[in-house]
């Protein structure tokens, strides 16, 4: 069974000290012991030591210099120094500079020395905790500032992605068209137009949207594509108010909406239908599943990044599947704070 006692290295030149001191502390400590300096540093190179007394007087190697040493190698061990009362002033110059944490005069006394290797040990343990600490600290910084880098490359996709160069030319060619066939509606589509991409450029630094945000920007979207597709394209929308407050990532509404347009047979014969309703604490989105018989291209880079963004922010993931002939998507929604 491993020695769970505190690890204590002596360093003595004198053999018999070195005895004497295992005998008064072995009951309490791991003693471990050394002859000179050098032999000291051997041991600690495989040796896990909380605390280490040496004699200050020792041929080779003074003890303040192998602290000197011990210092730069392992700074979290703690140091202390037996010396005689005439070498005080060379101790209190090695205690200002950091290397030594206490001096003890000879002869000591065991039951003296033991609270200040207690306090050693202690105080050892506390460096040892902070120095934990301000590692777990970096690490967690590290790992925000990864996440917020992550977080601002998935806006970016969102982004790049969503705002479906196609969408916009066939916008443009429907304005074009009612211009001349009817002015009125020709406003209304500007203004939903302008709507829909204000709503896209304000989100550049927003991580969650009030759910009441996004369907509203699903209404416009809708209403843009209706004009291309009449009543061939249905929307309906069943989400009580006391929910619309909870929180989605922006743009998920469109990516969803924008999938189905795409992938479907939008006709009089086969209109499509896309509805929005809860489901617990999840939104539902949901259409009938009449695939194109020539299938548009999908790099699935919309859905990847929707999943990312649910990664970044939560444990809750979206869900995509195919139920008996309808699509049907779970967006998990968040709660404010």
């Known amino acids: 069974m491993p020695d769970s006692k505190p690890s204590l290295l002596y360093v003595d030149d004198e053999k018999h000290n070195l005895v004497a001191f295992k005998a ?15 032999e000291a540093l051997d041991i600690l190179e495989n040796e896990e030591v909380e605390v280490i007394v040496s004699d200050q007087r020792m041929p080779g190697m ?8 011990i210092q730069k190698l ?54 040892a905790e902070n120095e934990s600490l301000t590692v777990e600290k970096q690490q967690l910084e590290l790992a925000a500032a990864q996440q917020d880098k992550e977080m601002i490359l998935a806006r970016f996709e969102t982004l790049k992605n969503q705002v479906n160069p196609h969408f916009l030319f066939n916008s443009l060619n429907v304005l074009s068209s009612l211009v001349h066939e009817d002015p009125d509606l020709a406003e209304s589509f500007i203004a939903k137009l ?4 204000r709503y896209v450029l304000d989100l550049k630094d927003e991580t969650l949207v009030p759910l009441d ?13 209706q004009i291309r597709f009449g009543n061939n394209l249905q929307l309906y929308i069943e989400v009580p108010e006391i ?34 309703f809860l489901d617990g604490e999840e939104l539902v989105v949901r259409n009938n599943f009449q695939p194109r018989t020539e299938k548009e291209h999908s790099t699935g880079i919309g859905l990847s990044n929707l999943r990312e963004r649910y990664r970044l922010l939560t444990e809750r993931r979206p869900s995509f599947e195919m139920l008996e002939g309808e699509y049907v998507a779970r967006i998990p929604l968040l709660y404010p704070n």
Do not use: C
Not at 194 to 197: A, F
Not at 213 to 225: D, G, I, V
Not at 262 to 267: G, M, P, R, T, V
């Open 194 to 197: 302008t709507r829909v991409y």
């Open 24 to 38: 008064s502390f072995r009951r309490y400590y791991k003693v471990l012991t050394a002859q000179s300096g050098e």
């Open 74 to 127: 392992y700074p979290l061990t703690i140091r202390m120094v037996l010396t005689a009362f005439s070498d005080v002033a060379d101790i209190i110059d090695a205690i200002n500079k950091g290397k030594v944490y206490y001096y003890v005069t000879k002869p000591w006394k065991a039951d003296d020395l033991k609270v200040l290797i207690d306090n050693a040990i202690e105080a050892y343990r506390l460096k």
């Open 62 to 69: 003074t003890g303040d210099h192998l602290f000197e040493r």
């Open 243 to 276: 929910k619309k407050q909870q929180l989605l990532p922006p743009l998920s509404l469109q990516l969803l909406m924008e999938n189905a347009v795409k992938h479907n047979i939008i006709s009089k014969e086969k209109p499509l239908r896309i509805e929005h």
């Open 213 to 225: 945000r996004e369907l509203n920007f699903a209404n416009s979207y809708f209403f843009l594509q």
